[in-house]
């Protein structure tokens, strides 16, 4: 089933990358966020099915906006999807009420993650 998507990540080129790989599989990306102040405003505008969000980036991180969307919407459903390698960020990561912690690049997981949601 198709997803209406909120990719959160502040390289442009991964973001593309995000982008074209939800697309090519048929989910719909509603927006796109480059840090975590743009993640919370368009989460409140457009009220996506999922959110993919990196953990660590320029201005306000991915972990810090993921507490207040939750905050703000405790159904909300988040996805980490980040290149973090960092056991005390993973560990805060964990301590969140969000869907799965995804390394990025491994794209099947991530396709097979928003499938699985209802």
Known sequence: MSKR??????SNL????????????????VGKARDGD???D????????????DATMRGKDGITAAREIL???PLARIV??????APHLTAQIEKLAVMKLIRKGDEHDLL????SMG
């Open 38 to 40: 743009e993640a919370i």
């Open 5 to 10: 998507v909120l990719v959160v990540d502040d």
């Open 71 to 73: 905050d703000m919407d």
């Open 14 to 29: 991964l973001r593309h990358r995000i982008v074209q790989c939800l697309t090519d599989a048929g989910h719909t990306v």
């Open 80 to 85: 980490f999807y980040t290149l973090l390698d």
């Open 42 to 53: 368009l989460y409140r505008q457009l009220t996506p099915d999922v959110v993919t969000m």
């Open 112 to 115: 097979r993650t928003l499938d």
